[in-house]
């Protein structure tokens, strides 16, 4: 089983930055994607950025040239540099993962969010 934890959420004001993290832990996988969706209130859940382990960043185009996707491969960890924030930015942000394990191919798994707050 994979689990994917994330941290590096909080209370912000506009203008603000945050930096979320999510490790990737379990036992023989292999990631293809991960990436950050977000949700707000009375909203359905978004894609936001996702990286692929060779290295390709994709982004919503409302956080192009403010969020930044990074990766970690030896630790299994994505990060979302999150700068010049929006009180719109207020969700809770996902970690999402692909990933193949056990001989299962592009398995989807999620986090349990994390809650960012920009104040205006």
Do not use: H
Not at 22 to 37: K, L, Q, T
Not at 39 to 46: D, H, N, P, S, V
Not at 52 to 77: C, H, L, M
């Amino acid at each position: 089983q994979v689990q994917l934890v994330e941290s590096g959420g909080g209370l912000v004001q506009a203008g603000g930055s945050l930096r979320l993290s999510c490790v990737a832990s379990g036992s023989r996988f292999a990631i293809n994607v991960m990436g950050w969706y977000r949700q707000a209130l009375g909203k359905q859940r978004e894609l936001v950025a996702a990286i692929t382990w060779g290295g390709s960043p994709n982004y919503a185009d409302f956080v192009k040239g403010r969020f930044t996707i990074s990766k970690d491969n030896a630790e299994n960890t994505v990060y979302l540099q999150m700068n010049s924030l929006k009180p719109d930015d207020t969700a809770v942000y996902y970690c999402n993962a692909n990933i193949d394990t056990r001989g299962y191919i592009g398995m989807n798994y999620w986090g349990k969010g994390t809650l960012v707050t920009v104040s205006s």
